[in-house]
């Protein structure tokens, strides 16, 4: 396990802060890591950024665990790091055109996604939804990588009014897109991933689920009817193979297996 110093810690809203870590991650664009938070939990991450020295994740302050990082954790104070983990996003050979589509805190795997394309000379489109204006994450960091970004809110504070694949139809209709790349709420991805097949766009999706082991032994994260462990067959899926499965964007397991809708 390691244990990377944090050298910076933003707070790009309340309940959601950047903390940057000291460390040559190497992760390719959708891995997550396992954050440990001693005496508390250990959860998995998703990375937002990286470079050859440093890598950043954006957490939300939303369980036990991640509520003692918000509190406790300063900088330079050290988090223990397992990883990276898990199946990324593939940038396709060929393509010319991407829209990565991030709702809520689902956004910050696809800045590394964008990241990683503008290096191949891949054109982007960022689309990045959010309950008000006040709630977007990194929208000026995509634009700094030259990102075209589009946003939409739920309450109209700030671009369209309503919801971000409200955006990405009227993207496919605009544009010549090759692949979308989508993480947020499941409702979301699979209005995304319905959407691509439909007009026949390459499609990858990032799933959220509980994990322990993170990867591929413990099962806890396994996909009903499937055996798909998320942590190792996933995090990232095909958008039609998840259409296929009885859980996507229905219910999901809790800690203890409980079915949550």
Same mark, same amino acid.
């Given at each position: 396990?390691?244990?990377?110093? #944090?050298?910076?810690?933003?707070?790009?809203?309340?309940?959601?802060?950047?903390?940057?870590?000291?460390?040559?991650? =190497?992760? &390719?664009?959708?891995?997550?890591?396992?954050?440990?938070?001693?005496?508390?939990? +250990?959860?998995?991450?998703?990375?937002?950024?990286?470079?050859? /020295?440093?890598?950043?994740?954006?957490?939300? *302050?939303?369980?036990? @665990?991640?509520?003692?990082?918000?509190?406790?954790?300063?900088?330079?104070? =050290?988090?223990?790091?397992?990883?990276?983990?898990?199946?990324?996003? &593939?940038?396709?050979?060929?393509?010319?055109?991407?829209?990565?589509?991030?709702?809520?805190?689902?956004?910050?795997?696809?800045?590394?996604?964008?990241?990683?394309?503008?290096?191949?000379?891949?054109?982007?489109?960022?689309?990045?939804?959010?309950? /008000?204006?006040?709630?977007? #994450?990194? $929208?000026? +960091?995509?634009?700094?990588?030259?990102?075209?970004?589009?946003?939409?809110?739920?309450?109209?504070? &700030?671009?369209? *009014?309503?919801?971000? /694949?409200?955006?990405?139809?009227?993207?496919?209709? *605009?544009?010549?897109?090759?692949?979308?790349?989508?993480?947020?709420?499941?409702?979301?991805?699979?209005?995304?991933? $319905?959407?691509?097949?439909?007009?026949?766009? *390459?499609? +990858?999706?990032?799933? $959220?689920?509980?994990?322990? @082991?993170?990867?591929? #032994?413990?099962?806890?994260?396994?996909?009903?009817?499937?055996?798909?462990?998320? @942590?190792?067959?996933?995090?990232?899926?095909?958008?039609?193979?998840?259409?296929?499965?009885? +859980?996507?964007?229905?219910?999901?397991?809790?800690?203890?297996?409980?079915?949550?809708?």
């Amino acid at each position: 396990m390691l244990s990377p110093k #944090i050298i910076d810690i933003k707070e790009d809203y309340p309940g959601f802060k950047t903390y940057t870590l000291r460390h040559s991650l =190497r992760a &390719k664009p959708g891995q997550f890591v396992m954050v440990w938070m001693p005496g508390v939990d +250990e959860v998995p991450m998703s990375i937002g950024w990286q470079t050859d /020295t440093e890598f950043k994740m954006g957490i939300a *302050n939303a369980g036990d @665990c991640t509520k003692a990082i918000h509190e406790k954790i300063k900088v330079g104070d =050290r988090l223990g790091i397992r990883g990276p983990f898990g199946k990324g996003f &593939k940038l396709r050979e060929g393509d010319k055109k991407i829209v990565v589509i991030g709702g809520g805190y689902g956004t910050p795997p696809l800045l590394n996604l964008a990241q990683e394309a503008v290096k191949k000379g891949i054109e982007v489109l960022a689309i990045i939804g959010a309950r /008000t204006a006040d709630m977007l #994450i990194y $929208e000026e +960091e995509f634009k700094k990588l030259g990102c075209e970004v589009m946003v939409s809110t739920d309450d109209g504070s &700030k671009g369209c *009014n309503g919801f971000c /694949t409200n955006v990405m139809e009227e993207a496919l209709k *605009n544009h010549k897109v090759d692949s979308v790349y989508t993480c947020g709420p499941e409702v979301m991805m699979v209005k995304v991933a $319905e959407m691509a097949k439909d007009n026949d766009v *390459n499609c +990858e999706v990032s799933l $959220e689920r509980y994990m322990k @082991c993170g990867f591929g #032994i413990c099962g806890q994260c396994c996909m009903d009817d499937t055996g798909i462990r998320v @942590c190792k067959d996933g995090p990232v899926l095909d958008g039609v193979e998840a259409l296929r499965l009885p +859980e996507f964007g229905k219910y999901h397991r809790s800690s203890s297996g409980v079915r949550v809708e």
